[in-house]
Structures are given as C-alpha cells and as structure tokens.
Antibody, heavy 119, light 110 residues
Framework: VQLVESGGGVVQPGGSLGLSCAAS????????MHWVRQAPGKGLEWVTF????????NYADSVKGRFTISRDNSKDTLYLQMNSLRAEDTAVYYC?????????????WGQGTLVTVAS | QSALTQPRSVSGSPGQSVTISCTGTSSDVGGYNYVSWYQQHPGKAPKLMIYDVNKRPSGVPDRFSGSKSGNTASLTISGLQAEDEADYYC??????????FGGGTKLTVL
C-alpha cells in the first residue's frame, strides 16, 4: 500500500489550494478514505471522510463549507479542495485509508503534504 | 466535535507499564466500540496500534493493549522499551461518518 500526497504549498489567507493523494497497492475503489491534518507542533485533527463510491462524505465543523473531498476511482486518486483558507488551516495534511479490520480505523497513511497559509 | 482528552505526557522506565487515558462523551467514546490508538514518531506518519478498543493489528506487539469503561478508553504499554517513546493519539468514531482524535500524549521512556 502506498499513499502519496501532493499539492501543498504557501497560500494567502482567503485563497484556495487543491491537494491530491495517489493510491497504489490496493483496490482503491473498495475503500473509504480520510484526510487528517496536523498543525505544526500540534496533534492530529480529523478533517473529512468519503465512502468508497463517493456516495457519502462528511467534514469536521472547522472546515465544513470551505473544504470539499472527492475521488476519482478511475485514477486511484483522492482529492481535497480547500477554499477560504485561514491561518489556522496551516498543517501537514495526510490522506489515510479506511482499514480492512473493522473499517472504523485508519490503517495506512501517506507521508503528508505541508500547507502554509500566510501573507 | 470537541477533541478527546488525553494527558499531555506520561513517562516510565524500561520494563515498566504505563497507561494513557482518553476521555470523550457518550456521543463518541461511550457510544461506540470503535476506539483506535496511533503511535507517531517525530517526523513520521501515524501507525495504527489498537482498533475496536482492544484489538491489535498484525505485527503490533502484545505489550500494547486497550480497554474502555464508559466514556474513557485506555492504552496500556507493558514492558516499556526505548522504541516506544513517541506520541500516542486516541481516535473514536462519532457517528455519521465523523471521527474525533485526542489531543495526543507524549510518552517518555526514562
């Protein structure tokens, strides 16, 4: 299993940024996927989840209405579109796979991509 | 969606046992048997250590165990080893395809 995030960078407050997560080593279309973030020196924060077929998704209150999760199962790729970015969105963003165990945990994580919101 | 409450730090000597608590509410920890624990070394991605409150993924040593009582879950690490020094995070399913993490606990092996 390999998850590789990309798209991070520096963006001004109020700006937009799109992240991607390329998946390999498993049947992407059969697994729900998460985005989790970690602000510098801080703890993990769950951001959003999407079901394997994209039929259901949900978001943390802190990003609801600003972030959109999506996926393209034909490309084995997960996306996160982030709009109206704030300084407090600065973090390393990880994509993670819903597990094979009970499906309520995250069994594989990418190495993360850093998003910095600053003027 | 308030973060679960964990102690900021715990410590123990090699060979000893430590327990890390994780307190939530009846809407998350107390409402579901879907508590998981993650180990994170500096600069690394988190690693799943416990799922479904007390189950270990393959490859995780049996020194790691989990439990839950009411709204509080716990991770116990017995026979502490130097490589156990890391940050530990609990996570609970909170319904409607939402999850919540704890604030994290730094484990120091003295």
């Amino acid at each position: 299993v390999q998850l590789v995030e990309s798209g991070g960078g520096v963006v001004q407050p109020g700006g937009s940024l799109g992240l991607s997560c390329a998946a390999s080593g498993f049947t992407f279309s059969t697994y729900g996927m998460h985005w989790v973030r970690q602000a510098p020196g801080k703890g993990l924060e769950w951001v959003t989840f999407i079901r394997n077929d994209g039929s259901d998704k949900n978001y943390a209150d802190s990003v609801k209405g600003r972030f959109t999760i999506s996926r393209d199962n034909s490309k084995d790729t997960l996306y996160l579109q982030m709009n109206s970015l704030r300084a407090e969105d600065t973090a390393v963003y990880y994509c993670a796979k819903r597990s094979d165990y009970s499906q309520y945990e995250l069994d594989y994580w990418g190495q993360g991509t850093l998003v910095t919101v600053a003027s | 969606q308030s973060a679960l409450t964990q102690p900021r730090s715990v410590s123990g000597s090699p060979g000893q046992s430590v327990t890390i608590s994780c307190t939530g509410t009846s809407s998350d920890v107390g409402g579901y048997n879907y508590v998981s624990w993650y180990q994170q070394h500096p600069g690394k991605a988190p690693k799943l250590m416990i799922y479904d409150v007390n189950k270990r993924p393959s490859g995780v040593p049996d020194r790691f165990s989990g439990s839950k009582s009411g709204n509080t879950a716990s991770l116990t690490i017995s026979g502490l080893q130097a490589e156990d020094e890391a940050d530990y995070y609990c996570c609970s399913y909170a319904g409607s395809y939402t999850w919540v993490f704890g604030g994290g606990t730094k484990l120091t092996v003295l």
